[in-house]
């Protein structure tokens, strides 16, 4: 985590916001309640604003908003709206991070969320993804780099058309049609 938040900051803005909003599920409410009460679990809270690569997270929205009133996400397992599961698996696992994410009015200019909002350390992306990433972006370079060339050679052939010069279109046309054919022959060829 880049941003630490002591136990009792993430206590005190759960005191404010529960007292200044109302939540759209009042089973969600007792969840932040009972969060709050238990300082072994409000260690492992984390309050954020990008959610989705957590491995665990709750999303709770109140009445001033029009998202889904609650969500809880858990690595390899489908997307629930049933608090009482939220609630079981805190209750079995308080020794695991768990990310908040609150939805309300003015949350992107609220300086008591701000206070809370810590900005969790990138996951380390797995080496095969990483490789694959740089072959596509390599691929995408390459592509970008062909189309110029092809566009070049295409407008050295129109060029010629344009001023007559059979031989300079002659020219042309062929290194278009080398061109092209390079496109089509396997690589290593």
């Known amino acids: 985590m880049g ?15 529960l007292a200044n ?5 009042r089973e969600a409410e007792m969840l932040l309640r009972y969060m709050m009460t238990r300082e072994n679990v409000l ?15 709750i999303v709770v929205s109140t009445t001033c908003v029009h998202v889904a009133p609650f969500r809880y996400y858990r690595r390899n397992k489908p ?14 696992h308080p020794d695991e991070d768990i990310y908040v994410g609150l ?5 992107s200019t609220c300086p008591e969320f701000a206070a809370v ?3 969790p350390a990138k996951p380390e992306m797995d080496p095969a993804v990483k490789e694959m990433l740089s072959l596509q972006a390599e691929w ?10 092809r566009k ?7 060029d010629a058309l344009d001023s007559g010069d059979r031989g300079a279109f002659i020219m042309a046309s062929q290194r278009l049609i080398e061109f092209d054919r390079s496109e089509l022959a396997p690589a290593g060829i």
């Open 3 to 17: 941003t630490i938040v002591s136990v009792a900051e993430k206590k005190h803005f759960l005191r404010w916001f």
């Open 21 to 25: 909003y109302d939540l759209q599920s």
């Open 43 to 57: 260690q492992r809270v984390h309050f954020v604003d990008n959610f989705r690569h957590f491995s665990r997270v």
């Open 79 to 92: 997307v629930t709206t049933d608090v009482e599961q939220a609630f079981i698996d805190l209750y079995q």
């Open 103 to 107: 939805f309300f009015k003015d949350r």
């Open 117 to 119: 909002l810590e900005e």
């Open 140 to 149: 995408v370079i390459d592509q970008a780099l062909r189309a110029h060339m």
């Open 152 to 158: 070049q050679l295409m407008k050295d052939v129109d």
